[in-house]
């Protein structure tokens, strides 16, 4: 099989949580540009549904977008019946949901994302949808997989589930110490436990075909403020943040069979930053 087939995804057919968000519409983008068809499932319906036309009219491809609350097991379960009775199939599961609260630019203060104040309710929203809700979708939709004995699952972490997070990137002058903003403790517990869930979901269901892999992107430049551009850029070897479009290739590596060897691995795509 030549390169460029290995890369085919004619007809296949990829569910992407929050695949309305910023990356998820990139993923399904990657999917749609290689023939194949996007599913972009986000708890926001309208919004779901608008990104998809979008895709759909953009690469002539079939996509679809969803409203599912993928923390609620019946509603991971209606979505899969929903995607096999308009498909008849499904090959490809992206965890792309979590909650990412940006705390880059405030001007305020972000105390309650500070360890010490930090709200078990949030806690409690961000291990729901970031965690529990990766896990509820590939319990219900890779054991599908599992039954046709083909899928791939790829799981995005960050290259926060390697490093813990440089908290002086975030400060703002003028704040005392107890207000000065931080990236939560969630988001470094969320994205390595899915490297921990792609380990053990690639090892389980080895002799079933289905391979199970991470990717773990660094920041993505979107309109950010110059100062918190200008400090995370310094910790980076390549010296800039990740342009929108920079991961699509990588997504559509792991997700095809171009790495049909490969599973149990987490792909860090981050310029460098975790290398020092």
């Known amino acids: 099989m030549s390169v460029r087939d290995q890369f085919d995804l004619t007809d296949r057919v990829a569910i992407i949580t929050g ?9 399904g983008e990657a999917i749609a540009e290689l023939g ?14 608008a ?8 690469y002539n491809r079939p996509a679809l977008g969803l409203c599912t609350d993928i923390t609620r097991p019946e509603q991971v379960e209606a979505l899969l019946e929903r995607v096999l009775a308009v498909y008849g199939r499904v090959d490809i599961l992206i965890n792309n949901a979590a909650n990412n609260p940006k705390v880059e630019g ?14 078990l309710h949030v806690w409690d929203q961000d291990i729901a949808i970031g965690l529990t ?5 590939s319990q219900i939709i890779g054991t599908e997989m599992a039954r046709r004995k083909r899928g791939v699952i790829l799981n995005v972490a960050s290259d926060l589930s390697l490093i813990a997070p440089d908290q002086r990137i975030y400060r703002q002058p003028g704040l005392p110490d107890e207000q000065q903003p931080v990236k939560p403790v969630t988001y470094s517990v969320v994205k390595a436990g899915l490297v921990g869930l792609t380990r053990y979901l690639a090892t389980y269901w080895a002799d079933r075909g289905v391979r199970v892999n991470a990717i773990s992107p660094g920041g993505v ?6 100062a918190f551009v200008a400090r995370l850029t310094n ?5 800039r943040m990740a342009h929108q479009d920079e991961y699509k290739a990588a997504v559509a590596f792991l997700v095809s069979d ?5 599973t149990g691995t987490n792909l860090v795509i981050d310029g460098g930053r975790t290398t020092w």
């Open 51 to 58: 990104r998809a036309r979008e895709i759909a009219e953009t």
């Open 133 to 137: 809700g990766a896990y509820l979708c």
């Open 106 to 119: 405030s001007t305020t203060g972000s105390h309650w994302s500070r360890l010490e104040s930090f709200p």
């Open 221 to 226: 430049y979107n309109q950010q403020d110059e």
């Open 235 to 239: 910790l980076i070897p390549l010296g």
């Open 19 to 27: 695949g309305a968000g910023f990356l998820g519409v990139k993923h």
């Open 36 to 49: 194949g068809t996007p599913v972009l499932v986000d708890i926001a319906e309208d919004r779901a549904i």
């Open 258 to 262: 171009a790495s049909s060897y490969m």
